[in-house]
């Protein structure tokens, strides 16, 4: 019965609209307010493939596996809201795809039918991955943690923009290639992208290196150099450690922002600046400011966009992929995986440098190694775990997965059963609680 109301259905499409889908150079989809897919365009077949058989299924089941909507399951729908503001709705989604897990960008636009009703929505779909990490060398983020998501979907949505985008973070949690991210999801990653480390560095060399110099301007300038404001020329300049800039420096970069001009050191001709900034900081800005440290009127200049890059021990979720991608980088040619007690020792550690002091570690148990797996032996002696919660604990010792467990369970009976308040209570998604739950 089902099956010929959704061949019903597809009959009395639009032939037009078949045709206008087809003719997309994106991937996208036909869903109904069923949340059943009832066409797909042929970007759609070769990005995704099987599409033919993705008709008269449903969007939630094909894409995240789910046995109901994404909106009853800890995810955003973006067919819900859309269906009750009648706009067009975005999210950033996990998807399942032949090559696994996968970032998707995905929009959807409700359809009006001639009552003026919703009646079905267009979903687009734009592939992330293989803009965020160099095929080349593995380099890139990585992650499937909400933590990891969130700030994935503000990098997302600021990328093409010319906003300026404020990256904060503890040391180690991968500012400059979220940097780099944004670079690449911009309309500007044809152009360079030009990274500058503002710490440590003096007024003559601030100004000699942002904005190059004249030969003869000083003493062993015996040519003309080029500024790194004007080599990121239509691409993004990127500011490290913008916090370490001396008071007496920030007025140089506010004027360069607020004009978008600037002279070499030297020069007398005012030069052009085409840049997107993007800077970062593992200070606290905000407390700076009132402190007196730094300029107001700076701050209020580059944190249009703030984004927030969580430390590891608030995405430990994370920890298998960061491994696994961390330790292809640094032995490729070695098929190198972590033992159950090296897990053990690296589960419940704080990592205060964060995924830095992750690569470090590993790059340490690489060189230990004799074989394929990397035992609790090659790791530092000093990677003492959090202690377990006490009421998981018992009086007796057990693995921080069966822990996990205990506590998940426990904590469930605590709210009544509420997933959602449980979800709250202890910072994740109602996804990941989902997951938890299903492995306790």
């Not at 003493?219 to 490290?240: N, P």
């Not at 052009?272 to 200070?283: C, G, I, Q, Y």
């Amino acid at each position: 019965m089902m099956a010929s109301k959704i061949a019903n259905a597809v009959m009395h499409l639009p032939r037009d609209l078949i045709s206008f889908l087809d003719s997309l150079p994106e991937p996208r989809i036909l869903v109904d307010v069923q949340y059943r897919i009832l066409a797909t365009n042929q970007a759609y077949g070769r990005e995704f493939g099987g599409r033919g058989r993705m008709v008269g299924r449903t969007c939630y089941e094909v894409s995240h596996h789910f046995d109901k909507p994404c909106d009853q399951c800890g995810e955003t729908c973006p067919l819900q809201s859309a269906l009750k503001s009648g706009q067009p709705g975005r999210v950033l989604h996990l998807h399942h795809t032949p090559r696994g897990e996968e970032h998707v960008d995905v929009e959807l636009v409700p359809l009006c039918d001639e009552t003026g009703q919703i009646a079905y929505f267009v979903e687009t779909m734009s592939l992330l991955n293989n803009k965020l990490i160099d095929s080349t060398s593995g380099v890139g983020m990585v992650g499937r943690s909400p933590a990891f998501n969130a700030m994935l979907e503000l990098i997302n949505r600021a990328a093409p923009a010319m906003t300026p985008v404020l990256l904060l973070g503890e040391s180690g949690t991968g500012k400059e290639l979220a940097a780099q991210a944004l670079h690449d999801l911009s309309s500007r990653h044809g152009k360079p992208f030009v990274p500058v480390d503002c710490s440590g560095m003096t007024e003559t060399l601030f100004e000699s290196e942002l904005f190059g110099y004249e030969k003869g301007a000083f003493t062993g300038a015996s040519q003309r150099k080029i500024g790194l404001v004007e080599a990121a020329a239509g691409g993004t300049l990127f500011l490290d450690e913008l916090g370490d800039i001396p008071l007496s420096l920030q007025v140089k970069l506010l004027r360069l922002l607020e004009t978008g001009t600037f002279r070499r050191v030297g020069g007398v001709e005012t030069l052009k600046a085409d840049f997107r900034l993007v800077a970062a900081t593992h200070r606290g800005v905000k407390a700076m400011v009132e402190a007196g440290t730094f300029r107001r009127d700076l701050y209020y200049r580059i944190s249009a966009f703030p984004i927030h890059l969580p430390a590891l021990r608030e995405r430990r979720e994370d920890m298998p992929v960061l491994v696994e991608n961390l330790l292809r980088r640094l032995a490729p040619e070695r098929p190198l995986k972590l033992g159950p007690d090296a897990c053990d020792r690296l589960a419940g550690y704080p990592f205060p440098g964060n995924i830095r002091e992750l690569r470090n570690i590993l790059e340490r148990a690489v060189l230990l190694v004799d074989g394929d797996t990397i035992g609790a032996e090659h790791l530092p002696d000093d990677l003492v775990p959090a202690p377990l919660a006490s009421e998981t604990q018992a009086g007796e010792v057990v693995p921080l997965d069966q822990a996990e467990r205990r506590y998940v369970r426990w904590a469930l009976d605590q709210t009544g059963g509420d997933k959602k308040a449980l979800a709250q209570a202890l910072g994740i998604s109602e996804r990941t609680l989902y997951r938890k739950l299903e492995s306790s």
